[in-house]
């Protein structure tokens, strides 16, 4: 019989069966927790899987409730619609689709949508049919992308003010007369031919939408201009003070020569003002005259506002015009609306800022001409 050697050393055994004895209940057992580990691995990846098919069947029916019963909930990125979950939610007596997102991916829209309201809605690649009525409807404010109206569609009273047209066209005998495009902001591409289409009063005024009111006065020339005007104070300001300085300080230099050469103060100075050209502070020469009544500091106070104010406005809406420029995407009014009102209240206070500032230098210069007229 075979002996297993060495004995020496712990766990040997002296005989096989010995050994066999020992081994195998070891070995089965071994073997039964991997299988046990290995069905335990797999009910984790079923019931994994089985979470994961649950949660995209839930995805598509969120999808599918959104397009078919929410079309009144804007979207940034809404899937592609098509005709017929409008014409549902207009068979359900829905007439309200403010704020909207609608990209019909190029379907034509036959339906009967007068009187409708798509107040700052958004619709993308549609084009309505001769069948389509608009009349009435309401666009005031919608952004139209890729929008087209066959000849024959009904635009009567039809509200686009304050409208975003992009690669929007009215073909030839579109019916839009009475419609309004007052404030209508049309970005690239919209066409319209006048001699084709009935336009009897038809309000074509264009003073520009919120945005576009807002944004072209922060980029081109509009932007060079107000940055020439920001550099333009300091080197006023600068001028002014080197100018001052210099004649307060010839001017003092003239009045003490007279009283040395015993000429005395010439008749006809005002009091303190040899006392005045002794020693002018740099502040009041920046901000002041030599006239009574200026407001140094209040001038100095509106500077900084003005200057402030449009440096926090072109930093929020730069942001704001990369978008639109690299996305074509006009930004919704909630984005820039108190970016709006600031740039109000900023051009205010320009206008406010230039009067009091002209007023000070006019009494600066004035004030200039006196002294120089001095012996």
């Known amino acids: 019989m075979k002996l297993f050697r060495p004995l020496s050393k712990p766990h040997m055994w002296e005989t096989e069966a010995e050994a066999r004895g020992t081994l195998m209940p070891d070995m089965l057992a071994r073997e039964r927790r991997l299988a046990d580990q290995k069905i335990e691995q797999d009910l984790k990846q079923r019931r994994a899987e089985e979470e994961r098919r649950a949660k995209e069947q839930a995805r598509r029916a969120e999808i599918a409730a959104r397009q078919d019963l929410s079309l009144e909930r804007p979207a940034k990125h809404a899937p592609p619609a098509s005709p017929e979950p409008l014409e549902r939610a207009l068979a359900r007596g829905q007439c309200r689709f403010d704020d909207a997102s609608l990209d019909f991916d190029g379907a034509e829209v036959s339906l009967d949508l007068a009187g409708m309201s798509f107040r700052g809605a958004s619709l993308r690649n549609v084009r309505f049919s001769a069948a389509s009525s608009l ?35 009215f073909e030839e005998g579109c019916i839009v007369t009475r419609a309004s495009f007052q404030g209508l902001a049309y970005v690239q591409g919209w066409t319209v031919q006048l001699d084709a289409n009935a336009v009897a009063g038809t309000d074509l005024s264009r003073t520009g939408s919120d945005w576009v009111r807002l944004s072209r006065r922060y980029r081109g020339m509009a932007q060079v201009l107000g940055m020439i005007l920001s550099l333009g104070y300091g080197a006023v300001l600068i001028l002014k003070i080197f100018l001052l300085a210099t004649l307060a300080q010839g001017q003092s230099w003239a009045l003490d020569a007279a009283a040395l050469g015993g000429a005395g103060v010439p008749e006809g100075l005002p009091a303190g003002v040899r ?21 140094s500091l209040l001038i100095a106070l509106l500077i900084a506002l003005h200057q402030g104010a449009r440096y926090v406005v072109t930093t929020r809406l730069a942001p704001l015009l990369d978008l639109q420029r690299y996305d074509g995407v006009t930004p919704p009014r909630e984005a820039f609306a108190m970016l709006a009102v600031l740039d109000r209240l900023t051009a205010l ?20 001409i006196y002294l120089g007229a001095l012996p």
């Open 275 to 295: 006392e005045g050209v002794r020693g002018v502070p740099v502040w009041r020469l920046a901000f002041e005259g030599f006239m009574p009544g200026d407001y």
């Open 135 to 169: 009349e009435a409807a309401n666009f005031a404010g919608a952004r139209l992308h890729n929008v087209t109206f066959a000849p024959g569609c009904t635009c009567r009273n039809t509200n686009f003010a304050r409208a975003e047209f992009r690669n929007v066209t």
């Open 349 to 368: 206070l320009g206008f406010v800022v230039v009067v009091i500032f002209s007023a000070n230098l006019y009494l600066a210069a004035t004030s200039v």
